[in-house]
């Protein structure tokens, strides 16, 4: 699996969306790019996944560059709850397991 | 539809002895995954299960430590002879299958072992 590089940490105001970056500046043309993320001591959740085209779900939007060497998740709206460490995983899709990096640990703030 | 369920949540041994962590997956799901979490360290993966076999276990430690999901029952992740560097959170994650739509991972809250 492609590494990712991802900030250490970021802040964000509460109400301001929040935006998240990644490098993958080598991944592969069948390696899905995944966002999952970790409430302190809680399992990870997933949050969305996309291959080249933006996608968008009911937690988040996820904007892949056109030479997927990058991406960025978007939490349009941050809340206190979002609090969280984000992980940036690239997968090939059927195989099985997901690598998790060090993340980006966000602070949403009042 | 419950997820993941993992108990212990919370177990204490003392060095030399057993740890037995047991996950069961989502209803449908056949694929078990077993992940560590040290302190204030980010998740390493151990191990793949699918019903009865073992798929991936490049993550496991070569001693002390097993796994299996057997035909019924939950997937036990099984420590022996415990040290304090085991002392970590367990997470188990499953899914439904490998592709597009059925590859996601579900975890569940954990398993944090003390080792005195």
């Known amino acids: 699996d492609a590494k990712t590089t991802q900030p250490t940490s970021m802040d964000c105001a509460e109400g301001r969306a929040a935006n998240l970056p990644c490098n993958h500046s080598?991944?592969?043309?069948?390696?899905?790019v995944y966002w999952y993320r970790q409430i302190h001591s809680q399992g990870p959740q997933y949050i969305i996944h996309?291959?080249?085209n933006n996608e968008t779900n009911e937690m988040a939007s996820l904007i892949i560059t056109e030479d997927r060497k990058s991406s960025t998740l978007i939490l349009p709206h941050a809340t206190l709850r979002d609090t969280a460490v984000y992980y940036c995983i690239v997968r090939v899709l059927g195989f099985q397991k997901l690598v998790f990096g060090t993340g980006t640990r966000l602070l949403v703030s009042p | 539809n419950a997820g993941v369920m993992q108990n212990p949540r919370h177990l204490v041994r003392r060095r030399g002895q057993e740890a037995r962590l047991r996950c069961s997956p989502m209803k449908g799901h056949s694929h078990v995954y077993w992940y560590r979490q040290l302190p204030e360290e980010g998740l390493k993966f151990m191990v793949y299960?699918?019903?009865?076999?073992?798929?991936?276990e490049s993550g496991m430690p070569k001693e002390r430590f097993s796994a299996e999901f057997p035909k019924e029952g939950p997937s036990i992740l099984r420590i022996q002879q415990v040290v304090r560097g085991d002392s970590a959170a367990y997470f188990c994650a499953s899914s439904l299958g490998l592709g597009l739509t059925d590859g996601e991972l579900f975890f569940g809250e954990g398993s944090r072992l003390t080792v005195l």
């Open positions: 299960l699918q019903k009865e076999n073992i798929i991936d």
């Open positions: 080598t991944i592969s043309g069948n390696e899905y």
């Open positions: 996309g291959l080249k």
